[in-house]
């Protein structure tokens, strides 16, 4: 057998050095906190054998001060294409254990190439986020590349689908890349998010406070509303990654895949009919609705802890993915308040932005009274969940489940926001407000002058619901398209969004809307 | 190879010729056959599925849990042992008094709220300590209602 050609010889000794990322002993140290390296991830993610690396010998070129640093070639991040189901992605995968995963002039122009043949070729982009921070030692070349992903992660907004999987620390500046992409991932116990740390914390504020606190998976999931699902380790946020990707289409121009379902479009679900209870002050559970309507086991909810008063999700009908919107009465009556008004507008845009149709559950008494929410603005913040609705060109189907009072029925997609067809179970509300309130404005006259102010006003309460707290006075106007079974709620959504696929709407010329936030 | 081959009561006399050939040459009596093997088509790569845990747990719509669950923005600091008025209010029936064990999502009282009699459940299990609110009474958005210390 001939002698291998030396060349070929120091390719593969270079090959199995880039492997080898920051060496034996940073890959162990990085195996002893439970986290996986940036290789390992990605071959988790992506098909098995799919992974094409790019620019692997890239390495740091500045020194400027002079701090004398190994060149490893690949610097800090790991960049390349592969498949997912047999689907296109492009992934930047940092390598903590090369200089911390840290952000310098390299890595943010390999990072910005990747990101630049995702959008040429439409297909999504992935972020495993495991980084230290700015490099110091880059100074301000380390800042301006933050500076050009963040412009590259807002102008390809919308054009195709971004996920942030955070495996390790993003602090700082950083974490503005994962706030701008569609959804974040974040990962239990060694993830965190902030930006400014602890340490700078205590010197301004004085307040101590550890980084789990301040800014990890828990506090982000359930207090920020920063992070849209939890993982319980690296191995689970990239099966999830996955799992989501098949939800969403490769760019703004393709429709979102379908998949076989087993689940028959025309399963009537018996239990629904009963789901409302008789009286209409006792609560119920829209998420059960919600798992009873949608293909069995299909649901995804985003931010499931945060904002419980809404939900929101993607799910599959038919096969067909759906953006899932609703109230949920058994937490805060169903109120809409900032949070749950921020969660459903910036949910409803990321549906619009990827072609995804959206059904809304509306049981929702109205907006969250109080000095507090008026004076930090729940104006805007309602005001973005109607500029949402009536901006998306989607196919859109709402039901009214039980209460749609006041400004909450006319954000939650009421019919002449634009919606395309707007169903109401019987046991349907639609008012401008309450039975009691109503009448104390409407009869105040009659109530005084009347012997027994008492009775008489719940006389005409009593009458006043009986005239609103039924869906025929919406539907005899023209405000609802159908009066359904709840039962038969599957079929009729399933159908619909049949009969809408091909619902041209087009926006009228513009640089782009200006929604309030 | 020659071989006598009967197909329906006719014998013939077949010869193939070198199997590795392309094309083997198939003599049957004396008339001269091409044969042209094909390529079988390289087995195609199969991705195995990525073993790593389930991305989402798979509950089934025909049984759905709807598991109640304490939410951190219920806890204020200086409130982690209260119960608190999530939305402001009017309390219509309080379902504990000061001494009473309770356990992790008993309904300690019922708020009306927004249209709905919203049952407000314990965070944690413990010991009524404190009853701060009657039936009949105004409560304020994030009002500390009910103390229920944890049993030591």
Known sequence: MSQEDPRILELRAMREKVRQGGGKARVDAQHAKGKLTARERLDLLVDKGTFHELEPYVSHQGDELGIAMERIPGDGVVTGYGKIEGRPVYVYSQDFTVYGGTMSDMVSRKICRLMDLALRNGAPLVGLIDSGGARIQEGVKSLGGYAEIFRRNARYSGCIPQISVMLGPCAGGAAYSPAITDIIIMVKGHSYMFLTGPDVIRAVTGEVVDAETLGGCETHMSISGTSHFAADSDEHALAMTRDLLSYFPSNNIENPPSAPSTDPIDRMDEALNSIVPIDPMVPYVMHEVVERLVDDGSWREFQPTWACNALTGLARMGGQPVGIVGQEPSVMAGVIDIDAADKICRFVRTCDCFNIPILTLIDSPGFLPGVDQEHRGIIRHGAKVLYAYAEASVPKVSIVTRKAYGGAYVVMSSKYLGTDVTYAWPSAEIAVMGAEGAVNILFKKQIESALDKVAEAKRLAEDYRKRFNNPYFAAASGYIDDIIEPRETRLKVIEAFRALRDKSSPTPPRKHGNMPV | ?152
């Open chain 2, 1 to 152: 190879m020659k071989m006598k081959l009967s197909v329906e009561g006719k014998t013939f006399e077949v010869q193939v010729g070198d199997l590795t050939a392309n094309p083997i040459i198939v003599m049957i009596d004396e008339e001269r056959l091409e044969v042209w093997p094909v390529e079988e088509p390289a087995p195609a790569i199969v991705t195995p599925p990525v073993t790593s845990p389930v991305a989402f747990p798979k509950h089934s719509a025909r049984v759905p849990v709807p598991v109640w669950k304490p939410r951190k923005t219920d806890v204020l600091p200086g409130t982690e042992n209260s119960v608190i008025a999530p939305i402001p209010g009017v309390i219509v029936e309080v379902n504990v008094a000061v001494g009473d064990h309770v356990v992790y999502g008993q309904v300690v009282c019922l708020l009306e709220a927004m249209k709905m009699r919203n049952p407000l459940r314990a965070a944690k299990p413990g010991i009524v300590t404190e009853v701060k609110i009657k039936p009949g009474q105004h409560v304020h958005y994030h009002e500390p209602l009910i103390v229920i210390m944890p049993e030591s």
